[in-house]
């Protein structure tokens, strides 16, 4: 099968547009100066809270202890954890090895999850389950039948190339026991919360830490009553400034952490030659050891403190949808993980000469700063402080997104700040609940210790489960060896378990924080989702059959009236029950009837010429279609008007090329089955709104009556009043000309959308059924359906005219 030439046909399809592609930096052979590019942008959008984690990872590693030693062990110790926790887990894991199983360019927990769901059948969604198993949407990951081998790159592995061995037997057993997928998919939300969690507790932590530099400038008793409310209007004023989009203040992030890196690593330096030379020393692994045979259990609770050094490394990988994987690697490697330790070597440099100290609230970063530079470095670290916050506000934004695009979190307003990047966006309900959870926080600990322990627990589990996907990865879209992944899982799992030991052991001092977090949202998609797939069911159960629709004319006396219905279900097949009940209660619907499916697919991206599935529900003459339009969780969802036009031109390319043909089927329409769906590619017709004529193009010449399958014809429109916009579809110069029952199907069509287009929405009240159980009738009467009252409409409803919409009641028992 050739690919169309709209389509690279080197790219499998469902990738993003060459152009979109390139600004990801995906494509292979981007010029080094877009990559460099990238890798300085990428600085200031995923480093920011990484490159902070100095401000903060001595005092949490110590706060108990230092005081009281008499050597340096302890702090070399540290020293060598903190180095060999760096380099094992953000460079050796994440830069090596999670970057490269992107999902077509995006990163995250839930791309992760969508890339499983697709190579082994394991959606438990709706959506997500339509997508994976549907034939239709097969062609939004192969390339046809041609490309049904597996190429070698893992990232590209579609349905087709479907693998053995090993990864055969993981796929069936993922796909015959429902547990296994119920445990992938509380996985995903697991790690997905603990990243909101983590979007609470970094602003806190961050803008806390950099903040207690005050401390050094004011007597103990006064600085405690500066530090909180300096931090709370700073953590005020970045949530509110919020909805303005981090493109308006994004040409100064960059700037900001480099400043920043530089700052801390020439500090490094200095205190490293100034102090203590031979700091080297600490590199070696031995010091681990040494520490934990001299500390035992203080050492190991200790460890709480010192994983906060790879707090951000996950947005490496989570935002890695924005830039390229070189870009992020070279921006590492290159800048942070050098800067990094260069920071930590010199704050254990002056430890070492220093270990003595008065009160435990001096063993901040801002205590080896020299005096004479330390209001400059307090204002450049509250600036790059409010800067990795902003970073991790947006991630949680993203993550939010994702969820509800899968069906997995109620719908919520998603404003999009950015005209030319679509990934920054601004949710205004969870900003303001993520300002108070933080402020909440912040206020009622009021010390970096107990913000550490709450982080830490947010960061470390948020690394296992990525460890845990990253195993079943390896094996199913890599297709490597089982044993590879076991070592994967073994090695990282293993020191990922010790720092999560460490950090859950502070359950009462802090650690207790991302637990209640996370049960509280776990719950609310729990929740979500039961009652979204016990509505879904419900919709199959109670759709009718064709039949049904085709014999309503001569039973009911069914009237055709002017204009274009277009009617929502989340139904790819079948008439919905709620338009049977319309039917039954109102005999009459529209000359043009339009069945429309929005269907979020588990990829990033749908290419615009392949987000239409249009197909015929009964004969010709019924003018009855069924839309599927397929959504990516990371595509752009367009206003009304103009998807209105895309929706109306499909149809028209739909009927223009005659699909029911191309797939094979003769004209004569079997009443037991719909015709199969068709990719139509928008584009090649055009839709005028205006007066005159157009050459090429077909359009209502003169009123007419329209034919309807139903005994009542359709009365003919009225005389127009005033001056009235004419439709016209405008042809491709080098299409033949449509044949006559393509052309009067056409002025059918733009007659229909000469009078206007109705919005038929289904208005539904879930109920447990009768005899349900009390914890049934709890989740779905109450708690589904408080959340349900209380979430946003449908995107697509949004902005729908009022004037233009029917809503149809219905009770779904579940």
């Known amino acids: 099968m050739k690919s169309p030439p709209a389509m690279d046909p080197e790219a499998p399809p469902g990738t993003p547009p060459d152009d979109e592609e390139e600004k990801r930096g995906g494509r292979k052979g981007v010029p080094w100066r877009m990559t460099l ?33 008499e050597s340096n062990e302890e702090i070399l110790g540290v020293l060598s954890f903190v180095f060999w926790t760096l380099t094992l887990v953000p460079l050796l894991k994440y830069v090596c090895i999670v970057l490269r199983a992107d999902d077509h360019g995006e990163g995250g927990t839930f791309a992760l999850y969508s890339l499983l769901c697709r190579h082994a059948r394991a959606a438990l969604l709706p959506p997500g389950r339509a997508a994976a198993a549907a034939g239709d949407d097969d062609d939004l990951f192969d390339a046809g039948a041609a490309k049904k081998a597996a190429p070698e790159n893992g990232n590209a592995v579609t349905l087709g190339g479907r693998g053995g061995g090993a990864a055969a037997s993981v796929r069936r057993l993922l796909e015959k026991h429902k547990v296994l997928q119920r445990v992938l998919l509380v996985l995903a939300l697991v790690g997905t919360c603990m990243v909101i969690g983590d979007g609470v507790l970094t602003p806190a932590i961050s803008v806390f830490s950099a903040v207690s530099g005050l401390e050094l400038s004011m007597e103990k008793e006064h600085h405690k009553y500066v530090e909180l409310p300096i931090a709370c209007i700073i953590l005020v004023c970045l949530f509110a400034l919020q909805h303005y989009g981090t493109h308006r203040v994004g040409f100064i992030f960059a700037p900001i952490v480099i400043t920043w890196l530089l700052c801390i690593s020439m500090i490094g330096v200095y205190n490293i030659i100034h102090w203590e030379p031979t700091v080297y020393r600490a590199l070696s692994p031995y010091y681990m050891y040494k520490f934990l045979k001299k500390t035992q259990r203080g050492g190991w609770m200790s460890l709480g403190g010192i994983l906060l050094c790879v707090t951000g490394s996950e947005a490496m990988f989570a935002d890695l949808g924005h830039f390229n994987q070189l870009s992020i690697q070279i921006a590492f490697t290159c800048m942070v993980y050098p800067a990094l330790i260069l920071a930590y070597m010199g704050q254990a440099a002056y430890l070492c000469r220093h270990h003595t100290m008065e009160s435990d609230y001096r063993i901040g970063f801002y205590v080896s700063v020299p005096e004479k530079i330390r209001w400059p470095v307090l204002a450049i670290a509250i600036l790059a402080a409010v800067v990795g916050s902003q970073a991790v506000i947006t991630g949680t934004f993203s993550m939010i997104k994702q969820c509800t695009s899968l069906g997995c979190f109620p719908r919520v307003k998603i404003v999009h700040t950015s005209a030319k990047v679509h990934g920054q966006i601004y949710i205004p309900e969870i900003n303001w609940i993520l300002m108070i959870l933080c402020l909440a926080v912040t206020i009622g600990f009021r010390d970096t210790k107990h913000l550490g322990n709450a982080s830490g627990l947010a960061v470390i589990t948020v690394m296992l489960v990525t460890t845990c996907l990253m195993s079943l990865v390896i094996v199913l879209c890599w297709h490597k060896s089982i044993f590879l992944a076991i070592g994967f899982i073994v090695f990282f799992g293993t020191i990922e378990a010790l720092y999560f030991s460490a950090a859950l052991i502070k359950f009462r001092e802090g650690a207790w924080v991302p637990i209640v977090l996370a049960f509280i949202f776990m719950l609310i998609m729990c ?25 309503l004319g001569p039973n009911l006396g069914i009237v055709r009236v002017r204009g274009i219905g277009l009617i929502h279900t989340e139904l790819e097949t079948g008439i919905p029950a709620i338009f049977s009940h319309f039917v039954t209660n109102l005999p009459a619907f529209h000359q043009v009837l339009i069945f429309m499916c929005i269907k979020n697919v588990p990829i990033p991206h749908v290419r615009h010429e392949e987000r239409f599935l249009v197909g015929r529900i009964g004969p010709k003459e019924y003018r009855i279609y069924r839309c599927i339009v397929r959504y990516g969780y990371h595509d752009f969802h367009k206003d009304d008007m103009e998807f209105e036009k895309e929706l109306v031109c499909s149809i028209a390319e739909f009927i223009r090329s005659g699909s029911s043909k191309l797939n094979g089927l003769s004209d004569d329409f ?18 005028l709104e205006e007066e005159g004529t157009v050459e090429n193009t077909v359009g209502p010449s003169h009123a007419r009556e329209i034919q309807s399958p139903s005994p009542s014809p359709t009365p003919p429109p009225a005389a127009a009043v005033g001056v009235k916009k004419r439709v016209r579809f405008v042809l491709p110069a080098a299409s033949p000309k449509p044949n006559a029952g393509v052309q009067e199907e056409l002025q059918e069509l733009s007659d229909a959308r000469e009078a206007g287009m109705a919005f038929i929405l289904g208005h539904s009240h879930v109920k447990a059924k009768s005899g349900s159980s009390f914890l049934r009738r709890f989740v779905i009467n109450f708690c589904y359906d408080f959340l349900r009252r209380n979430s946003r409409g449908p995107n697509y409803a949004v902005t729908i005219p009022h004037a233009s919409t029917l809503e149809v009641g219905m009770m779904y028992y579940v």
Do not use: C
Request: hydrophobic share 35%; aromatic share 14%.
């Open 670 to 687: 079997d009443k037991d089955e719909e015709q199969r769906m068709s990719v139509v590619r928008t584009g090649s017709i055009r839709m």
């Open 527 to 551: 929740i979500w989702h039961y009652g979204t797939i016990k509505k879904y069911e419900f919709d199959v159960e109670s759709k009718v059959s064709i039949n049904w629709l085709l014999g």
């Open 37 to 69: 590019s990238l890798a300085y942008q990428s600085l200031g959008v995923v480093y920011g809270d990484l490159s902070t984690s100095p401000l903060y990872v001595y005092k949490a590693a110590f706060a108990e202890d230092i005081q009281h030693t």
